[in-house]
């Protein structure tokens, strides 16, 4: 299994869950913007599919946790290189498939920790309105989902210094989000920006993650889209763990 074992991801799991900053802001934070746009009595309680638009607000805001954990825990690779740890795997058997999976395992730990803490919250608003079964899908959908940017979080973190990583990560999550209709409906952009929308990473996820609440029919860019970038942003991640663990 070129070197993956259980036992390197529980020591991985520890060491990331000690960040108490990392952990605090990829839960709270969700959590925050949440109760500030999901309980607006404007809107709230209008009807979205299977459920309302709170419920919607939640698992857009578990979203944006679970990925702002994921690729945070992904892009902590960015501190192992600067201290020359990366270089050391070199003399390991470890190869650089197994490694970049047991840095996406431990950065799903810390995602499920996010979409729990949003959907907590939301069951102690009562709020948000769906059934039961769409509440335990939504949430495994997000959860599993993240996973798109625990590789992209790699891909940074070998791409870029550890003094620049989380700033220029941050600003093109927000991007993204954005890009991505997580905080404004695409229907409230021109034809142009939804166009490009579609070819932005967390477009087709955005739309899975949703489609248990709204229904529909389900449209198989959604998926083309999300399988693409993960495929980019797990062959970067290898492309450069393999130009790092080379270097002498």
């Known amino acids: 299994m070129g070197g993956f074992s259980l036992a390197i991801v529980r020591l991985e799991v520890r060491r990331l869950l000690r960040n108490r900053q990392t952990v ?5 934070l969700p959590a925050i913007f949440f109760l500030i746009f999901g309980l607006n009595s404007a809107y709230a309680d209008q009807r979205s599919g299977n459920g309302n638009v709170s419920a919607f607000i939640m698992i857009s805001m578990a979203l944006y946790g679970a990925v702002l954990a994921t690729a945070s825990g992904g892009a902590m690779v960015s501190i192992e290189r600067a201290s020359g740890w990366s270089r050391q795997l070199r003399v390991t058997p470890l190869s650089p498939t197994a490694y970049i999976a047991i840095k996406m395992l431990t950065s799903l730990v810390l995602g499920a920790a996010s979409v729990l803490a949003v959907y907590v919250v939301g069951a102690l608003a ?3 309105s769906m059934p039961v079964h769409v509440w335990i899908v939504t949430a495994l959908c997000v959860w599993m989902g993240s996973l798109l940017f625990a590789a992209f979080g790699l891909f940074i973190g070998y791409l870029l210094p550890a003094e620049n990583v989380m700033q220029i990560m941050g600003f093109a999550l927000m991007l993204f989000a954005f890009g991505g209709g997580l905080f404004i409906p695409l229907s409230q952009y021109s034809s142009a920006l939804r166009t490009m929308a579609t070819f932005t990473p967390l ?3 955005n739309q899975l993650v949703h489609y248990p609440l709204v229904g529909g029919a389900l449209n198989w860019t959604w998926v083309l889209n999300l399988v693409a970038w993960l495929m980019l942003f797990v062959g970067g991640a290898v492309w450069r763990f393999r ?4 270097r002498v």
């Open 243 to 246: 130009n790092d663990t080379a």
């Open 203 to 205: 477009y087709g996820l």
């Open 24 to 28: 605090i802001f990829t839960m709270v």
């Open 126 to 128: 009562h709020k948000p």
